[in-house]
Every structure is written in C-alpha cells, then in structure tokens.
C-alpha cells in the first residue's frame, strides 16, 4: 500500500500486488491480455511477441550470471589443461547461445561478464575449432577417444538438460563420448559441487556480481571455496591476493585483467555465455526500469 507522506515524495501507485506465476508463457499471456502490469523472465520465443504489442514494452538488460561448466582439475581427465582446452574450442558457443537464450546473451571468455571488474574485453572467446581441439586432445594422449561425465541439474540453468545434450554432440565428432548424470533436487546438487564430489564437470550458473568473491571463491587454491573444483595456480592466487589488498580501482582492476587472462588461458571452467535479463510492461507500468541485478526502479 502506498505511504503518502514518504519523504521523497507518494509513489505512483496506490499498491502492488505481487502474483507467483510459475509458467513464462502464462505469464505473458496474461500481459498481453491486461491482467498484470509487469512480468519477469519473458522466455526466449515469446520476446517478440511482447516488444512488437504497442500496448507492451519489452526490458532487455546484461545479467551479471555466468553459464559454465565447472571442471573438475583435481581429478580425472580435466585436470589435463589441454584437454580442458579442448573441451572449450570443440563447442560451438554461437549454436548453444541463440537455441536457448537469444541474441541479447553474451559470450564468455573467461569467469566474467563485462559488469565484472577485471573483465577484459581485449580477452576473445574460445573460437569454435573442432581441428584445434582434436589436436589438443591427441596432445593429451586421448587420440583414440575420451569418455566425459557431465553432471547437470534440471534448474538454474533451466536449459541444463538440453544444453548438455547439444555439447554431447560437438564432442562426439572429435571423439568424445558424454555420460550425462541428471541431478532432480536443486539444493542437493549444490551441496554435491560445494563437497566437491562432481564427475568431470558440472553445470553451474555463477551469480555474484562481486569479483572479488567471484575469482577468490571459485579459483584460489589457497582459499579452497565452496564452489572451488581443484584449479591450482600459483601466480593467480598471488594476483588475487595483491588485488584484494589494492586500494585503487584501476590498479586493482588491472591486477584482476592479469588473473582474467591467465584463467581464460587454464581454462579451469568450460565457459559458455551469460543470459540476459527480460522482463514485459504493460501501460501503467511503462516508466518501470530494470537494472542489471534485477532490481525494478519505480518511476
């Protein structure tokens, strides 16, 4: 309900009323048909269909997730580097990217996004080079083939269980055959990654915003964080280190560029994209924004 005498001045509305509506497509329907005035996550095939209305407006905005593949570097055959290599170059990202998540999504070259401090955008994403990676993993000693184990969960990421099966396919033409371990109960597959307990690799969705706890929990070996999956190396636990003692933020920031490049290098993730955010407005609700940590700015 409204407060008339908030100090900035009585908010537009009278009230919100906030509705949990599970399905995308119901929640789309019911914009379109006038019954709510804003939703959240406009699945993919169904955007247009909001941004062409000329009684709706579509809100696109950069997410700070990042959509990976954690690998395993203590054990098994990821804890070759070439062969993590490999598994980068043999995907082809641009397929995987516009079957699930759009054109507004963008392609990872390392364990950030560009609203990551120590993003470098200098850094390209692994091209899709089936050749390469072959000869990496020949390199490796597995020229006469490889077996991988992905574990997956069957939500966040949603697209988990389709996503493994596309990559399953670009493996196999260089010889890879994928195992595809599905995992139903959302917070038990967390805690199995956090106990470090995966296969090969793992599908994960990367969140915080925050580099600092981003690279320090995921990548320094000396700090072994909850989501930290056996990745040893020292200059870039001595680059995080420096950084997190760095009072300047451009300094700082460049510290963090020299850990972002050696981890593109290393590969300890199999990196993939990071979605965008969309969110459908109705007429009342035309002066709404939507920032990029999905938080809703009233007008």
């Known amino acids: 309900a409204r407060f008339d005498r908030y100090w900035a001045g009585s908010p537009p509305f009278e009230r919100i009323v906030w509705e949990k509506e599970a399905d995308g497509h119901q929640r789309v329907a019911r914009l379109l048909a006038g019954e709510v005035d804003l939703v959240s996550k406009v699945p993919l095939p169904v955007r247009s269909l909001v941004a062409e209305r000329a009684q709706t407006t579509l809100h696109v905005a950069q997410d700070s997730v990042c ?3 954690l690998c395993n570097a203590q054990r098994g055959v990821c804890a070759d580097r070439r062969v993590r290599q490999a598994l980068n170059y043999a995907l082809d990202r641009e397929r995987l990217m516009r079957a699930f998540v759009g054109d507004d999504a963008e392609l990872l070259a390392g364990p950030l996004t560009r609203l990551h401090l ?6 390209a994403p692994y091209p899709y080079d089936p050749a390469r990676a072959q000869a990496l993993l020949n390199e490796a000693g597995y020229g006469d083939g490889m077996q991988l184990v992905l574990d997956i969960p069957n939500t966040l ?8 099966a596309l990559m399953a396919d670009d493996y196999r033409a260089i010889g890879i055959t994928t195992a595809i371990r599905t995992f139903p109960d959302r917070p038990a597959y967390a805690e199995m990654v956090k106990a470090k307990q995966i296969d090969d690799a793992c599908c994960f969705d990367s969140s915080p915003l925050s580099t600092f706890r981003t690279l320090r929990e995921k990548f320094h070996s000396g700090i072994r964080g909850p989501w930290w999956q056996g990745y040893a190396n020292a200059e870039v636990d001595t680059l ?9 933020r451009f300094v700082r920031q460049q510290v963090y560029r020299r ?3 050696i981890l593109h290098e290393d590969a300890p993730w199999i990196f993939l994209y990071s979605p965008s955010l969309a969110w459908g407005a109705g007429p009342r609700a035309a002066g709404l924004g939507v920032s990029y940590d999905a938080v809703i700015q009233l007008p």
């Open 118 to 123: 120590g993003y470098d955008p200098a850094v």
């Open 67 to 69: 959509v990976a593949f």
């Open 259 to 261: 850990a972002y490049r």
């Open 240 to 248: 995080l280190d420096q950084a997190q003692r760095t009072v300047d």
């Open 157 to 164: 990421p949603d697209e988990a269980p389709h996503l493994a």
